[in-house]
């Protein structure tokens, strides 16, 4: 039993004869097979212009977060790289189900590769006025380039911090404008209330003047810039299959990246400054040349005041495998990873995070302890994007260049501290 499409003057009725005759004479099963059915035909009714079921009603993209979630593991049980995320991605049929009008014409001028007919000052006016509409303020063009629809780089972002077990945990900011400054009370250890001083005065004595001593924290949106291949096969797939693909390669070189600039930044040359480049860290000096020692862990851990207490470990996997063969005061192992299903492995019961973007075993910051809440990550809401056939030409590929904007440094910097390459002195 089917449902009819019929063409009358050139527009499709619905013939709906099938539909009641499912409901007087048929199953459950066939009443939900003819009402589906049905569906697809309004679908095809409705987007007869398009891939099919590309944009919604409302002219909005539709997302399936749940696959910012999923396990995207190799083999080996590493995450998977970019481009194999991205043909995952394809593969599975998300994150992106459907394509508002302007990710759609995105995603065509990408399959184009932005080629005549095309007028760069026309689609930045529509992409920034989309853009104004989606989050409620005007966005400025600060590349060359076309701008990129705000619920792409949305969805890098958060799937990106989905993804990862450092970017959830830092202090997020939105940016505005191309320099953002943040008051801050001047902390230090014994002074968390930026200088005001809490005393019991004497009755009929004069009361002392108690003012807040302020710093800023500034941050200048700079530029950072992804780079990948777009094949000629690639192009040929659906609109929705590109911006899919697109997106899963971008996801995993933002996070690596960002993780990396978290940790080690330097500050200069468009990084954001990472936790080891701040000079008021905590910096503990270790016991012995090359190694980890358990009284390392209990130093670092001493460095840092009670006042902090969501404390997490950054560190490497072969230096976390020389620290698993050194035992405590009661000889148990100091780390062992092998935890009941759906439990962190800890160790003085913080969470461990493993990630190479820390240094190798026996340089300075091999192992870091922080409250990663206390690093501020500034992210300009901007994206643009350009393409160049002749980067990629004897692959027959296009190369997709993106660029953003974000800088980041801690917040509060005697929230961290980090194990030095040298004895204490």
């Known amino acids: 039993m089917e449902l009819q499409l019929l063409e009358k003057e050139g527009k499709f009725t619905l013939d709906t004869g099938a539909l009641e005759k499912a409901i007087r004479e048929g199953t459950i099963k066939a009443i939900k097979d003819e009402v589906k059915s049905a569906l697809e035909v309004e679908k095809q009714e409705i987007f007869t212009g398009g891939d099919g079921n590309l944009m919604d009603k409302e002219g909005k993209t539709v997302i399936d977060t749940s696959y910012f979630c999923k396990d995207y593991s190799g083999r080996k049980g590493g995450q998977v790289d970019g481009a194999t995320l991205g043909k995952m991605l394809i593969s599975s049929g998300g994150p992106f189900l459907k394509l508002s009008p302007v990710m759609q014409k995105f995603a065509e001028h990408c399959k184009q590769k932005f080629n ?37 780089l949305a969805v890098v972002i958060e799937f990106a ?169 009661v000889g148990q192992p100091v780390y062992r990873d092998i935890y009941p299903m759906g439990q962190t492995p800890t160790i ?37 994007i350009d393409l160049s056939k002749e980067r990629y030409f004897e692959y027959d590929a296009t190369a997709i260049r993106f660029v953003m904007r974000q800088d980041g440094k801690p917040g509060v910097s005697i929230a961290f501290a980090v194990l030095d390459s040298t004895p204490e002195s």
């Open 348 to 384: 003085l019961d913080y969470p461990i995070v493993k990630t190479r973007n820390v240094p190798a075993l026996g340089l300075m910051g091999d192992i870091i302890l922080g409250d990663l809440s206390f690093y501020m990550w500034a992210v300009r809401q901007e994206m643009t």
């Open 116 to 152: 005549s007919p095309f007028g760069l000052q026309d689609w930045n006016k529509e992409v920034m006025d989309w853009n104004k509409k989606d989050t409620m303020e005007g966005l400025t063009t600060t590349d060359a380039g076309a701008l990129v629809p705000i619920e792409f």
């Open 161 to 329: 911090i989905a993804q990862s077990a450092i970017l959830p945990k830092l202090w997020r900011i939105p940016m505005g404008s191309m320099t953002t400054r943040i008051p801050q009370l001047s902390q230090s250890a014994g002074s968390y209330f930026g200088g005001i001083v809490l005393y019991h005065p004497d009755e009929l004595t004069t009361k002392k003047i108690t003012e807040p001593s302020l710093t800023y924290k500034e941050f200048t949106a700079k530029k950072l810039i992804g780079l990948c291949p777009l094949s000629d096969e690639l192009v040929m797939d659906s609109a929705i299959s590109i911006i899919n693909y697109i997106t899963g390669v971008f996801v995993r070189a933002f996070q690596y990246k960002t993780e990396s600039e978290v940790i080690a930044g330097t500050g200069l040359l468009g990084q954001m400054t990472g936790i080891l480049s701040d000079g008021a860290i905590n910096i503990v000096g270790r016991t012995t040349n090359l190694q980890v020692k358990y009284d390392d862990i209990l130093n670092l851990e001493s460095a840092i005041d009670e006042n902090f207490v969501n404390l997490t470990w950054l560190s490497r996997r072969a230096t976390l495998n020389y620290l698993r063969k050194q035992k405590d005061t």
